[in-house]
Every structure is written in C-alpha cells, then in structure tokens.
C-alpha cells in the first residue's frame, strides 16, 4: 500500500471550512484513498473514500487530484466535535481489509 | 444499530494470566480485524478473518490467538500475557474487500 503523508497538526476556526491535505504520490491505479479520524482514544471512525472522482457524503468532501497523486478532505463547516486526528490511508484492501494507519493529521477546531 | 462491540473496555490484570477481548459485530460483516495502538507506531493489525474459519497474521500477531467459529464474533486471545502487551486494542469489521471498516469503541489492556 502506497505510503500517505499528512501535515502533523493544524487549527481551524469553528464555522469555517477545514481542508485537510493528503500527499500520497505513489498511489497506483487500483489504491482507494480513505479518510478515518479518531476523536480521543475511541475507535477510529469512517469518514470517506474514493478511487478517481470526487467525493461527498454528509460529512465531508473527498477531492482527488487527477493525478491522484494528493488529496484534500474538506470538512465544510467545522464544529468543536470535529477536533480529531483525521487519519489518510490508501490502500488496496485486498489482504484481508487491512488499513495501515500514520500519524494522521490533529486537527483543532477553536472557537 | 450496527455496531461492534468489545468487552471488556478496560482491563488490568498480572503476566501470564490467559485473558480474552470479546469482539461482536452484528452486521453480518465477513471481514473482522483486530488493531492494537501504541503511542507512536499508530494502530497495527495484529490478526484479521475473511470469513469463519479463516483467519491469518497482520503485521504483529505474536503472542495472540484468534478464532472464529460464528460469523459475528471474532475473540483476541492472550494465552500468557506480558507487559508488552498492555495496548489499546480495537475490533474492526466490514462486509467486504474494500467497504469502509467499523471499529468498536476499544479496550484498553494493562499488564502489570
């Protein structure tokens, strides 16, 4: 599975949107990017994925490069509850659903 | 509701006392995973199931056991736990290759 690489932390003000970046420039062609995040020390929770296209759900957008070589997650109107470590994994899924989580990136929603 | 479950949530308990992480799912998921997280080496797979009676290795599956007999569930077993293995263990489950996987709420092991 390709290798992501995220910014450590990062701030944004509640209200605004929260863009958060995801480099992974050796994805290949069959690499699914998903985004989890982990409020605390509670299970990782899903938040998003895609392959190619442009994403969106009811919780945020999912925008890939058309090189796919990076990615941004889009939390359009930040709140307190989404402070979070927001976590960008690409994968094949293929050995028996195994994600390989980084750092991921700690987001702070401030007031 | 789906969800996964695990019990305990908290545990501690002394080297070399056989223990077992329940881990129950109730969306009729064929994929089951179990993590464990550690600060600075973020969640690891220790084992994982594609099915009943499937299972393999994840990338740190020493000194843990695992079955599954049912579908739904999907125990972590430490046959003689030691000090190393004091972690926050996460259940995960999905329906199949490539789905999004849902983690239970973890426990959080201590072995004195």
């Known amino acids: 599975d390709a290798k992501t690489t995220q910014p450590t932390s990062m701030d944004c003000a509640e209200g605004r949107a929260a863009n958060l970046p995801c480099n992974h420039s050796t994805i290949s062609g069959n690499e699914y990017v998903y985004w989890y995040r982990q409020i605390h020390s509670q299970g990782p929770q899903y938040i998003i994925h895609?392959?190619?296209n442009n994403e969106t759900n009811e919780m945020a957008s999912l925008i890939i490069t058309e090189d796919r070589k990076s990615s941004t997650l889009i939390l359009p109107h930040a709140t307190l509850r989404d402070t979070a470590v927001y976590y960008c994994?690409?994968?094949?899924?293929?050995?028996?659903?195994?994600?390989?989580f980084g750092q991921g990136t700690e987001l702070s929603v401030k007031p | 509701e789906a969800q996964v479950t695990q019990n305990p949530r908290y545990l501690i308990t002394v080297t070399g006392k056989k223990l077992t992480v329940t881990c129950s799912q109730n969306m009729n998921h064929e994929y089951m995973s179990w993590y464990r997280q550690d600060p600075g080496l973020g969640l690891r797979q220790i084992y994982y199931s594609m099915n009943v009676e499937v299972t393999d290795k994840g990338d740190v599956p020493e000194g843990y056991k695992v079955s599954r007999k049912e579908k739904r569930n999907f125990p972590l077993i430490l046959e003689s736990p030691s000090p190393n293995q004091t972690s926050l263990y996460f259940c995960a489950s999905s329906s199949r290759r490539g789905e999004p996987q849902h983690f239970g709420d973890g426990t959080r092991l201590s072995i004195l």
């Open positions: 895609g392959l190619k």
């Open positions: 994994i690409a994968s094949r899924d293929n050995q028996g659903g195994k994600l390989i």
